[in-house]
T-cell receptor
Framework: IAGITQAPTSQILAAGRRMTLRCTQD?????MYWYRQDLGLGLRLIHY???????GKGEVPDGYSVSRANTDDFPLTLASAVPSQTSVYFC????????????FGSGTRLTVV | AQKVTQAQTEISVVEKEDVTLDCVYE???????LFWYKQPPSGELVFLIR??????QNEISGRYSWNFQKSTSSFNFTITASQVVDSAVYFC????????????????FGQGTTLQVKP
């Protein structure tokens, strides 16, 4: 792996189902982020983690949860998917909080039907 | 509150034309970073530039140039002699304070400008 790996690349999900988007980085970056991208709205922060064991809420956290059990992994869970969660999801990391030098994953395209 | 506005939703130019993408930001922080990212049709986000609030010097990198003006809270991006490969969505983004307790590492993105360069 080099950088950030997101899985799956794309997914069609029935409304009401539970789904976990995976994000793994191999750069030993402390800070990780989840953004969603919607047309006309740009990228909006869902959740973030400044270091392993800590998480925080971003602009649009409702309906999503995250965990940060270790430095490398930062999964995003949709407990009960709704159509408004149809979006492209990007995971990002930075060496430390405030360094702002983001590395982005390639994104997960999620469609909730 | 922080905000980034990219008023141009879509721009279409013919190859070799120059094009400027506008970015206006709002922040109460005295120190911050500004960014431009490119998202080609393949979907990945490509970092283009980071400027800090201390440095208002314009920057040129090949066909790309950036004009940062604190007086107007703008950070505009110009592509000279555009090429078809420049076709992409371009995002401007703003950070929080560079240091101190308000430093959260989070970025605020603009809505994006879709640039289409026709041959």
């Amino acid at each position: 792996i080099a950088g950030i790996t997101q899985a799956p690349t794309s997914q069609i999900l029935a409304a009401g189902r539970r789904m976990t988007l995976r994000c793994t980085q191999d750069m030993r970056h402390n800070a990780m982020y989840w953004y969603r991208q919607d047309l006309g709205l740009g990228l909006r922060l869902i959740h973030y983690s400044n270091t392993a064991g800590t998480t925080g809420k971003g602009e649009v956290p409702d309906g999503y949860s995250v965990s940060r059990a270790n430095t490398d992994d930062f999964p995003l869970t949709l407990a009960s998917a709704v159509p408004s969660q149809t979006s492209v999801y990007f995971c990002a990391s930075s060496l430390k909080v405030g360094s702002y030098g983001y590395t982005f994953g390639s994104g997960t395209r999620l469609t909730v039907v | 509150a922080q905000k980034v506005t990219q008023a141009q939703t879509e721009i279409s130019v013919v190859e070799k034309e120059d094009v400027t993408l506008d970015c206006v930001y709002e922040t109460r922080d005295t120190t911050y970073y500004l960014f431009w990212y490119k998202q080609p049709p393949s979907g990945e986000l490509v970092f283009l530039i980071r400027r800090n609030s201390f440095d208002e010097q314009n920057e040129i990198s090949g066909r790309y140039s950036w004009n940062f003006q604190k007086s107007t809270s703008s950070f505009n991006f110009t592509i000279t002699a555009s090429q078809v490969v420049d076709s992409a969505v371009y995002f401007c983004a703003l950070s929080g304070p560079i240091s101190g307790s308000g430093n959260t590492g989070k970025l605020i993105f603009g809505q994006g400008t879709t640039l289409q360069v026709k041959p």
